[in-house]
């Protein structure tokens, strides 16, 4: 029993400390906590960064330009973000990070602007 609760313990913490990397341009690596929403972590490492709306998916200020070959780490895209990037004529690789948490799929994503 004891072992069973150690074992779930450390696999826990384990998960909770969970962080993958992301490559933002003119920034060193960025070290991502998994499940943290990505704007966020972009608006702590990317000097400049802006997330006006908060996650809205209004203001399209957290959009980002993927490499495309990278595109299959991301989650699909939701009908909330398909509206904000349909209102700008997004790229096919232009994402709002806004509506993206960062999963361990993420590890080593390039973002190229
Ligand atoms: S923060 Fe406004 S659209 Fe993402």
Redesign the pocket.
């Known amino acids: 029993m004891l072992s069973t609760l150690s074992k779930t313990i450390s696999l826990d913490f384990a998960r909770m400390a969970s962080t993958v990397t992301i490559k933002y341009p003119g920034v060193p690596d960025i070290a991502a906590a998994v499940g943290e929403r990505l704007?966020k972590v972009l608006k702590e490492a990317v000097p400049g960064f802006?997330?006006?709306?908060?996650?809205?998916?209004?203001?399209?200020?957290?959009?980002v330009s993927i490499n495309t070959d990278h595109l299959s780490k991301l989650p699909p895209v939701t009908e909330d973000?398909a509206d904000?990037l349909e209102d700008v004529d997004a790229e096919p690789n232009q994402r709002?990070?806004?509506?993206i948490n960062v999963t361990n799929d993420m590890d080593g994503l390039e973002i190229i602007a």
């Open positions: 704007d802006k997330n006006s709306c908060n996650g809205a998916a209004v203001c399209t200020k957290c959009m973000e904000g709002l990070t806004c509506q």
